[in-house]
């Protein structure tokens, strides 16, 4: 089943905070995080494993509430250069398929 | 990170014909890929999931036999587009998992005249 991301869409202005929300209505063994730029491919910024262990970004953080099946991405102080569109995507069980929200737009101003 | 090719990067065919997309992983080896289809400003959509030496997992409402998937080796899979039809127009992605992140290929862009 489809995770559902909130907000759709968010406009900042540079150097402002953004939070990105991801949540499930099944178990999750992790949620990945990834930020995609139009015409590309998906760039890879997170995972959070079931049990706490994240691996990703220097300059990203992001939370995984197991209890809730909830995720959240958080961007600080944002740059121009993250601009895109952010997909969570969940698995249900370990080396299991990932299905992937319908994205965040987030557009930074200058 | 791990390096994920795909090929080709754009393919423009004529209705009817097939196409074949094929997606390497360069630096490691991956015994599971998967293949995606996306819309404009849509999110990606699962087709299939490509197993070495066996046959490929499909999601439901995945024509099989429109789209052919072969996993020859650890590091190639294959995505033929069978009598391509111009709804078939679409961006096409592949990923592999080294071993739990997923690096998706760059990508093609078909167009179906």
């Known amino acids: 089943q489809q995770p559902v991301q909130s907000p759709q869409a968010v406009i900042l202005r540079e150097g402002e905070d953004a939070v990105i929300n991801c949540s499930s209505s099944?178990?999750?063994?992790?949620v990945h995080w990834y930020r995609q730029k139009h015409g590309e491919a998906p760039v890879f910024l997170m995972i959070?494993?079931?049990?706490?262990e994240q691996k990703g970004h220097d300059k990203i953080s992001a939370s995984f509430n197991e209890k809730k099946q909830q995720s959240s991405l958080y961007l600080t102080a944002s740059q121009l250069s993250y601009s895109g569109t952010y997909f969570c995507?969940?698995?249900?069980?370990?080396?299991?398929?990932?299905?992937f929200g319908k994205g965040t737009r987030l557009h930074i101003l200058p | 990170g791990a390096v994920v090719s795909q090929h080709p990067s754009w393919v423009i065919c004529k209705s009817g014909t097939s196409v074949k997309i094929e997606c390497r992983s360069l630096?490691?080896?991956?015994?599971?890929m998967f293949w995606y289809r996306q819309f404009p400003k849509q999110s990606l959509m699962l087709m299939a999931t490509?197993?070495?030496?066996?046959?490929?997992?499909?999601e439901q409402g995945v024509e099989k036999d429109k789209f052919l998937i072969n996993h020859a080796s650890l590091t190639l899979s294959t995505l033929t587009v069978t009598s391509a039809h111009p709804e078939d127009s679409s961006f096409y992605i592949c990923?592999?998992?080294?071993?739990?992140?997923?690096?998706f290929g760059a990508g093609t862009r078909l167009s179906v005249l």
């Open positions: 990923s592999a998992r080294d071993p739990y992140i997923q690096y």
């Open positions: 099944k178990a999750l063994y992790s």
């Open positions: 959070l494993l079931k049990g706490g």
């Open positions: 995507g969940t698995e249900v069980r370990r080396d299991d398929k990932i299905i």
């Open positions: 630096d490691f080896q991956a015994t599971t």
């Open positions: 490509s197993n070495e030496g066996s046959k490929a997992t499909y």
